[in-house]
């Protein structure tokens, strides 16, 4: 049986977002698949670091959040952000 240890109620999102690593102006592209108000699930075909910016704008929404990594999967991972903000969802 599968235990949900997730802390927040996760909500699809399908988006590209970008995200920056190592304090450099540059973003690279990733793949939002859910999300949460403490953190997400990401797809990517380049290497995450294991700590990053995030920012996804669109519809809506418009955060920038820093995040950690706390799981991989392939070309999957879970990102927790480092300080949660109040409900964004």
């Known amino acids: 049986m599968f235990l949900e240890r997730r802390n927040a109620p996760r909500r699809v999102l399908n988006r590209v977002a970008q995200y920056f690593c190592d304090g450099s102006q540059m973003p ?7 999300i949460s108000d403490s953190g997400a699930r990401l797809y990517s075909e380049s290497d995450i ?12 929404v418009d955060m920038k959040h820093e995040c950690r990594v706390v799981w991989r999967l392939g070309h999957e991972m ?8 109040d409900r964004m969802w």
């Open 28 to 34: 690279r592209t990733c793949l939002v698949t859910d």
């Open 49 to 60: 670091p294991n700590a990053f910016t995030l920012a996804v704008s669109g519809e809506g």
């Open 78 to 85: 879970g990102v927790e952000f480092v300080k949660p903000r």
